[in-house]
């Protein structure tokens, strides 16, 4: 298999690939995408490896019901290095969530390997293979692509299975192929690429200083924004650039909003408790602003506070946090009175958090009761 692989490029070529793959039930897989304009990834090119080939695809020249079958295949294992992206390219692409998969990423870590270690850099540390990373950032979306950019795809998938069949062995030795089971069913879940604007603007634009009528004003915003970007596959930058945020305040005269800004009268109109894209009231207009936030000064505070708890635990187990709680998790886990639904409260993840569970629902009792007194601040958590 070194160096050779079979380049993909219509329909009439399909059947190769399909004859080949029959009887193989462990892959390698990588993609290549483009999102600078677009709101999902734009699949450009797909690599798939067996034991004995590599195959580089046209995405036109799938046979996309095929595809839907193989991706949620529980009897194929699918091995990835990095995988989130990948997989929600595909969903982008057909509509399905991959089933059964192996991030090489995410092993490396679990066996004491640096964490977010690079395909390039595992494969020079496990097999002393030297492979260049010059066509990283190359345009896959121009055609015809050149060989060189081929060539580097290949090798992109090249050597998966050989670093899954080292590090199975690994985790094995290390008695942690349960708990790399347990992080790849993550991956699996449709809601981890469903995307909240409520969770996205509390990660990416909330500060505790805001008062609540600025917070809710700029949710509507954002909340407009993602429901836009999603329709229409839009870049949420080409619409407004979240640092757009910091002139946006619910005080402004029309005179005064953005007076260069091309979206300008409807996202003035949005501000004023219209939502324009649909034509009808933001869904959020008729709630009270306590429906949808706590109180500002409260939020960002609670969030650290549990993170740290959580990160402090799952340092001395040696797994790194991003593999097993989101941002997500702790705002839901916070703000839903109910937290035995949570993930974080899933058997496995409460298994590795159980000695800072006290602590947890400690700070969730004091974030509930501040709620309902109407104070702020949470610097004095222990």
Not at 84 to 92: G, H, K, L, N, T
């Given at each position: 298999?070194?160096?050779?692989?079979?380049?993909?490029?219509?329909?009439?070529?399909?059947?190769?690939?399909?004859?080949?793959?029959?009887?193989?039930?462990?892959?390698?897989?990588?993609?290549?995408?483009?999102?600078?304009?677009?709101?999902?990834?734009?699949?450009?090119?797909?690599?798939?490896?067996?034991?004995?080939?590599?195959?580089?695809?046209?995405?036109?020249?799938?046979?996309?019901?095929?595809?839907?079958?193989?991706?949620?295949?529980?009897?194929?294992?699918?091995?990835?290095?990095?995988?989130?992206?990948?997989?929600?390219?595909?969903?982008?692409?057909?509509?399905?969530?991959?089933?059964?998969?192996?991030?090489?990423?995410?092993?490396?870590?679990?066996?004491?390997?640096?964490?977010?270690?690079?395909?390039?850099?595992?494969?020079?540390?496990?097999?002393?293979?030297?492979?260049?990373?010059?066509?990283?950032?190359?345009?896959?979306?121009?055609?015809?692509?050149?060989?060189?950019?081929?060539?580097?795809?290949?090798?992109?998938?090249?050597?998966?299975?050989?670093?899954?069949?080292?590090?199975?062995?690994?985790?094995?030795?290390?008695?942690?192929?349960?708990?790399?089971?347990?992080?790849?069913?993550?991956?699996?879940?449709?809601?981890?690429?469903?995307?909240?604007?409520?969770?996205?603007?509390?990660?990416?634009?909330?500060?505790?200083?805001?008062?609540?009528?600025?917070?809710?004003?700029?949710?509507?915003?954002?909340?407009?924004?993602?429901?836009?970007?999603?329709?229409?596959?839009?870049?949420?930058?080409?619409?407004?650039?979240?640092?757009?945020?910091?002139?946006?305040?619910?005080?402004?005269?029309?005179?005064?909003?953005?007076?260069?800004?091309?979206?300008?009268?409807?996202?003035?109109?949005?501000?004023?408790?219209?939502?324009?894209?649909?034509?009808?009231?933001?869904?959020?207009?008729?709630?009270?602003?306590?429906?949808?936030?706590?109180?500002?000064?409260?939020?960002?505070?609670?969030?650290?506070?549990?993170?740290?708890?959580?990160?402090?635990?799952?340092?001395?187990?040696?797994?790194?946090?991003?593999?097993?709680?989101?941002?997500?998790?702790?705002?839901?886990?916070?703000?839903?009175?109910?937290?035995?639904?949570?993930?974080?409260?899933?058997?496995?993840?409460?298994?590795?958090?159980?000695?800072?569970w006290g602590k947890l629902l400690t700070i969730k009792s004091k974030f509930q009761t501040e709620q309902n007194h109407g104070k702020t601040g949470y610097e004095d958590i222990g």
């Amino acid at each position: 298999m070194q160096d050779s692989f079979v380049y993909i490029q219509d329909s009439h070529q399909f059947d190769q690939l399909k004859n080949s793959l029959q009887g193989y039930y462990v892959v390698g897989i990588d993609t290549e995408f483009e999102r600078t304009k677009t709101y999902w990834p734009d699949l450009c090119l797909v690599q798939i490896a067996t034991p004995s080939e590599v195959f580089i695809v046209e995405p036109n020249a799938f046979d996309k019901p095929w595809l839907e079958s193989f991706l949620i295949n529980p009897a194929i294992l699918k091995i990835f290095h990095s995988c989130r992206q990948d997989i929600e390219a595909f969903y982008a692409f057909c509509g399905v969530i991959t089933q059964n998969v192996f991030d090489t990423q995410v092993a490396a870590a679990l066996i004491d390997m640096r964490d977010q270690i690079s395909y390039a850099d595992l494969c020079h540390d496990i097999f002393h293979i030297h492979l260049s990373k010059d066509f990283q950032w190359s345009n896959w979306v121009a055609r015809p692509l050149l060989s060189e950019q081929i060539a580097y795809a290949a090798n992109d998938v090249r050597y998966l299975i050989p670093l899954y069949l080292y590090l199975k062995r690994k985790l094995e030795d290390v008695e942690r192929q349960e708990l790399m089971r347990n992080i790849m069913s993550g991956y699996e879940d449709k809601g981890v690429y469903t995307k909240d604007a409520r969770l996205y603007f509390i990660n990416k634009c909330y500060h505790p200083s805001l008062s609540s009528d600025h917070t809710h004003a700029l949710y509507r915003l954002i909340e407009w924004r993602e429901q836009y970007c999603q329709t229409n596959n839009v870049a949420r930058r080409l619409v407004f650039d979240d640092k757009d945020l910091t002139h946006m305040s619910p005080v402004l005269s029309y005179e005064d909003f953005l007076p260069e800004h091309p979206m300008r009268e409807i996202l003035y109109q949005v501000l004023k408790k219209r939502h324009p894209y649909e034509g009808e009231e933001s869904q959020y207009t008729a709630k009270k602003s306590n429906d949808i936030f706590p109180k500002a000064g409260q939020m960002g505070h609670t969030i650290k506070a549990v993170h740290s708890k959580i990160k402090k635990t799952l340092e001395q187990l040696k797994v790194p946090m991003h593999y097993i709680v989101t941002n997500n998790m702790i705002v839901d886990f916070l703000l839903d009175p109910s937290y035995k639904k949570n993930p974080l409260f899933n058997t496995w993840r409460y298994d590795l958090l159980k000695q800072c569970w006290g602590k947890l629902l400690t700070i969730k009792s004091k974030f509930q009761t501040e709620q309902n007194h109407g104070k702020t601040g949470y610097e004095d958590i222990g």
